[in-house]
């Protein structure tokens, strides 16, 4: 074995010394090629070189001379004769740097000569039109102000018309003057000069004295400053010497363009010489590299053949075995053989170990199928969208869900695109979150839905992104957070109603306290007064209406006959374009709700409609019966409408949809709160384009409601108020009904009154007292210590529902503040 490894050699020595034989033949090859090409480089180089630079010489000298004929033309342009000069000597510096590259050659020594004398020509003729262009404006303009003045005394009416003629006359020869200096040849300058001498013959033939003088304006015009005529004339001669040189210049520079096209002409015949010369030389170059290729090819041939018949052969055999074994079909087996050591020994032994390495892989593979098929399983199915990213934030792989969550397009030549483009071809924008924390954003669309997104790194630096649809939650959590706030703001303005009730209380009393005033001051100060009552009064019941804390005073109400009753007055509310009608069943439809407070609800309902309807339009109210012993007051439009958001906020307190900014916001939530606490409920549905429908159902009534106690005595009295205004104000209405009045301002006071008193007939408390302490623990003690006492509670914003029991509410009585004496004594029964 070892014997047979020594004497046989390997494969990789066989193909060794046959690519040692070719590269020394390829080397040959190189030498010859590179001496062959270097010697033509270095004849092609110098020859470059030379004629490369005549070439060069000549473009150069091409490029100058029409530069030169370029530049020539802008001397006739430039009036002043610092610029003119200026300019000139430039030229000649190009005309120079062209005498420069021509090297003295005889053929351009003539050429470039005479386009010297033809720019000192040129310039010679060009100095003077400035001075000359100067004088004839000034000619011009004095000749133009002498025709405006001529044109206008010729056609004055107030003139005779013989000196309208004159004056024309005039016109006419100061045109004739302005013309020879318009004109832009010799020809038409002489006519007009022509023109001028007979008209001025003409003149001064028979003129008038006050002719004369206009006239010697004209001729100092037209001399002063030089003979108009004669300037012109220089004027236009020098222009045409001007343009005589620069012929002379352009035809001399296409003689120095000539000889540069003769330059490289030749030169180009010189480089096809010497590249003929040099290709000779290649071809018997080409000629002893063709017998070395032979050569070559000859060994090259003879290892192709080993190479085909033992190597290539027993590759194919083991590759044919790598293709059955890489189909699956791990019966594949290659024979063993003896006495063989070289590559393709090892490489069969190489074959046999993948072998039983697919067989265990094999086995694996089927293991990592099935995990795979449960993932996949997951990952379509799974409710939640499922991003993977690269760490370029290109998306490697994505569930259905996560473009049906974006409501984009499925998939179709845009599998490498990055999540941040799949976002922005969606509706949904990133939006700012409370609870927004790294690895978790919020997006939303403009039709309301959410988004909830949730990144996760991977070690090599993508990431797993998970979309969730978390629309619904985030509306119940908005709304209430809206509910809470509402809350809030109720609170707020029932503290804000309680402090203006004090207020209003103090101006009420006064004003009763001024009713025994006579003086024409005094009844102008209690109308005053009485106005700001009535305002405030009707603002407390504002606020108070969309807190729901509003003082009702409910009795038995026909609502039928409310909406009826209103007919008149929601007409005169409404634009005349707007039409209403109302529609009631028959018989009466009996409620228990406040009848002023139902009247407002329905003036509030009517305008709002109203607004909504931008051209003709009609409102319809409509009250029905309903089952489960309900009323429905409906109250329809045709008008605009409202979208899901505008409708979802409309019963918001401030909340207004008016595109001029203009109302309170409070119209609806005031009905809201109205209908509420009147132990009804509110409807609302609205369609954009179509119209809105408001529907109010109030319980009705089954029984009367049961009489009121019988009047108490009078006697004493206790008014509890930690405000000593409000306190006064309300021991003066008791004291003016007979009692016999004592003030309380603090709990205890009150409490120790109360306590120690031996009868008490009326007591009037503040609900809300000094400290925090509530005027409901002295409605308690008063009603449980006082048998038959009148307990009246007062507060700006008082309970839907007094929390005394059913044994105490005999004798108690609740009003709002500010209080009236009316009100207070019908509760007293006085």
């Known amino acids: 074995m070892a014997a047979s490894r020594i004497g046989q050699p390997s494969i990789r020595s066989l193909l060794l ?54 530049s020539a033309p802008f001397l006739m342009t430039l009036s002043p004769s610092y610029q003119l000069e200026t300019e000139a000597d430039e030229v000649l510096k190009t005309l120079a740097q062209i005498e420069a590259l021509g090297g003295g050659e005889l053929e351009l020594i003539r050429p470039l000569s005479r386009i010297r004398a033809a720019i000192t020509d040129l310039v010679d003729a060009m100095a003077p039109q400035a001075r000359h262009a100067a004088t004839l404006a000034l000619i011009e303009q004095d000749l133009e102000r002498l025709q405006r003045r001529f044109r206008t005394l010729a056609r004055s009416r107030e003139q005779p018309v013989t000196d309208r003629q004159g004056w024309s006359s005039l016109q006419q020869l100061v045109a004739a003057a302005i013309g020879a200096l318009r004109s832009q040849d010799l020809i038409k300058v002489g006519e007009r000069q022509s023109l001028y ?12 004295l006050y002719l004369r003088g206009a006239l010697v304006e004209v001729d100092e015009a037209t001399r002063l400053r030089g003979d108009l005529f004669s300037l012109r004339y220089s004027e236009i001669a020098a222009r045409l010497d001007a343009e005589n040189a620069l012929f002379r210049i352009r035809t001399e520079v296409a003689q ?16 096809r010489d010497s590249r003929d010369r040099t290709t000779t030389s290649i071809t018997f170059a080409k000629a002893v590299i063709l017998v070395l290729t032979g050569l070559s090819m000859i060994v090259a041939v003879g290892a192709a053949v080993f190479v085909s018949r033992y190597v290539v052969g027993n590759l194919h055999r083991i590759t044919a075995l790598m293709r ?22 090892q490489l069969s032994e190489a074959f046999r170990k993948f072998r039983s390495n697919a067989l265990r892989l094999e086995r694996k593979t089927r293991e990592v199928w099935r995990r795979n098929e449960l993932f996949i399983t997951v990952f379509e199915n799974i409710s939640d969208g499922v991003a993977v990213l690269s760490p370029t934030g290109q998306i490697i792989a994505e569930n259905g869900r996560v473009r049906d969550l974006l409501r984009v397009q499925p998939a ?14 969606s509706a949904f924008d990133r939006r700012a979150s409370e609870n927004e924390r790294a690895g978790f954003a919020e997006y939303a669309d403009p039709t309301g839905r959410v988004l909830e997104v949730r990144q996760s790194a991977l070690p090599d630096g993508g990431s797993v992104w998970l979309f969730s649809e978390t629309t619904e939650r985030k509306r119940i959590d908005e709304r209430l957070e809206e509910i809470r706030r509402v ?55 504002r606020l108070l209406a969309f807190a729901r804390k509003q003082h009702l005073a409910p009795q038995e109400t026909d609502i039928a006959s409310i909406a009826e009753g209103m007919e008149d007055l929601l007409e005169m509310a409404l634009p005349e374009t707007v039409s209403l009608s109302i529609s009631c069943e028959p018989g009466p439809m009996l409620g228990r709700i406040d009848p002023g407070q139902l ?22 109210i409509a009250v029905t019966r309903q089952p489960a012993g309900m009323i429905s007051l409906a109250v329809s439009d045709n008008g605009c409408g409202m979208d899901a958001d505008t409708l979802r906020q409309a019963a918001e307190p401030f909340f207004t949809a008016r595109s001029d900014g203009e109302g309170t916001g409070l119209g609806l939530s005031m009905v809201h709160g109205f209908v509420h606490q ?6 609302i549905a609205s369609t954009p384009g179509q119209g809105t429908s408001v529907t109010l159902l109030f319980p009705e009534m089954t029984n009367l409601p049961a009489a009121g106690m019988p009047r108490a005595p009078r006697g004493r009295a206790l008014v509890v108020d930690d405000d000593a205004a409000a306190a006064s104000s309300t021991a003066a209405f008791l004291a003016s009904f007979g009692f016999q009045v004592e003030a309380a301002n603090t709990f205890g006071d009150a409490e120790r009154h109360i306590r120690t008193s031996d009868a008490l007939e009326a007591v009037v408390t503040d609900l809300q007292l000094d400290n925090g302490q509530s005027g409901w623990d002295l409605v308690r003690l008063t009603l449980k210590t006082h048998w038959g006492c009148k307990v009246v509670a007062v507060s700006a914003h008082l309970p839907e529902k007094a929390p005394l029991s059913e044994d105490l509410r005999d004798g108690f009585a609740m009003l709002p503040k500010p209080v009236s004496a009316e009100a207070l004594a019908t509760q007293l029964d006085i």
């Open 17 to 70: 010394a046959a690519l040692g034989l070719l590269l020394v033949v390829i080397m040959v090859i190189g030498a010859m090629a590179l001496y062959t090409l270097n010697s033509a480089e270095k004849r092609l180089g110098t020859f470059h070189d030379q004629t490369l630079s005549e070439v060069s010489d000549a473009l150069e000298l091409s490029r100058s001379a029409s530069e030169l004929a370029t």
């Open 197 to 208: 001498r007979r008209l001025r013959e003409e003149l001064s033939s028979d003129l008038p």
């Open 256 to 271: 120095v363009n000539d000889y540069a096209l003769r330059t490289v002409t030749d030169a180009r015949l010189r480089l």
């Open 324 to 345: 059955r074994l890489a189909a699956g079909d791990l019966k594949a087996r290659l024979p063993r053989t003896a006495g063989r050591a070289d590559e393709i020994g």
């Open 412 to 425: 179709r030549g845009d599998n490498r695109i990055t999540l941040a483009k799949l976002i922005q071809k």
């Open 487 to 541: 809350e809030s703001l109720g609170k707020v303005t029932g503290e804000v109603a309680h402090d203006f009730g004090n207020i209003l209380s103090t101006i009420s009393g006064n004003l009763h306290m001024l009713e025994g005033e006579l003086s024409p001051k005094a009844s102008v100060l209690r109308a005053r007064i009485n106005d700001a009552v009535e305002i405030g009064v009707s603002m407390i019941e």
């Open 599 to 620: 009247e407002s609800a329905i003036l509030n309902l009517c305008v709002n409609a109203g607004q909504a309807i931008t051209a003709e339009g009609h409102i319809e």
């Open 678 to 683: 009147s132990g009804g409920s509110i409807q």
